[in-house]
């Protein structure tokens, strides 16, 4: 099948980025979420960084007009059933993402492929939800989508070849580099990258630095573009609790186990940029439900 038209399901932080990335590539899009305002934060959202883009010289407002064009939107989830492939980006919650791809294999055609952005979740769980596991597989794109190159691909004991080879050649076509990972929790880049900020939370918790000293050290010291609580509420502290929680459930290790402090933010509302408090405080911000 010629892929011409990508789904997207989720308009947050992930599911915008994707849209764009895809209309950017000359695909045509149809992004859906549950409500209207969260589809119209969604389109903003990619209207504001196309508006980045002109601002660097890098478009002009025609480049951005076409683009625009090239998503569709809605609430609808049958729309996707015009979607030649399709890329789920919900809230990291297993019963969240294992609805939506039992609504997926209902809707869409046999031949389309049902891929997730989920950041932790086993791939073979989430294909085990569908009457199509060969064709369910792994597609997680890094935060923030348009600029980060990487997308791991994923695929479970039940995926084709097919499918993942498909799957490699679109991320390529985004322009992105595939980067293959086995079906575990967390995957390569969350395994890793997830343990990181919880230990760093923990550092926190224990006094061990300041919040500033904490990021520094592996801002400056370790030369990462950011530092280690400045990243989790770029993430979301709920999602980086999601994974921290899969990750500690599928390997029943302590080293897993979620920070009290973290599980503490969350509770209070403190997500991070998307509800304006996380590790740090911020001016402008707008909830989202990434």
Not at 49 to 59: H, P, R
Not at 74 to 90: C, V
Request: proline share 4%.
């Amino acid at each position: 099948m010629e892929i011409k038209t990508i789904g997207v399901v989720g308009a947050g932080q992930m599911g915008s980025g994707i849209a764009l990335v895809a209309a950017q590539n000359g695909f045509q899009v149809i992004m859906q979420d549950l409500k209207v305002d969260l589809v119209e934060r969604g389109m903003n959202t990619i209207a504001q960084l196309l508006d980045k883009d002109i601002s660097k010289g890098n478009i002009n407002a025609g480049a951005k007009a076409v683009i625009m064009q090239r998503i569709q939107s809605g609430t609808d989830l049958n729309d996707l059933r015009q979607a030649d492939f399709i890329i789920e980006a919900a809230t990291e919650k297993e019963i969240v993402k294992f609805q939506i791809f039992r609504d997926l294999d209902s809707i869409c055609a046999p031949a389309v492929i049902l891929s997730s952005n989920t950041s932790s979740i086993p791939v073979g769980r989430i294909s085990a939800q569908t009457r199509r596991p060969d064709r369910i597989i792994g597609m997680h794109f890094m935060n923030p989508a348009p600029l980060i190159k990487l997308v791991e691909v994923i695929r479970s004991l039940a995926t084709s070849e097919e499918t993942f080879l498909t799957t490699c050649t679109l991320a390529e076509r985004f322009g992105k580099k595939a980067v293959e990972a086995g079906d575990f929790p967390g995957f390569i880049s969350n395994r890793i990258l997830m343990t990181m900020i919880n230990e760093a939370v923990f550092a926190l918790n224990q006094g061990v630095g300041s919040r500033d000293a904490i990021d520094a050290v592996m801002h400056i010291g370790m030369n990462h573009p950011m530092g280690p609580l400045a990243l989790a509420d770029l993430i979301g502290l709920d999602t980086c609790l999601a994974v921290m929680e899969t990750l500690y459930d599928g390997y029943k290790e302590s080293k897993y186990s979620p920070c009290p402090l973290l599980r503490q933010y969350v509770d209070a509302g403190w997500l991070g940029r998307k509800t304006g408090r996380g590790f740090y405080s911020y001016e402008q911000a707008h909830p989202t439900t990434t």
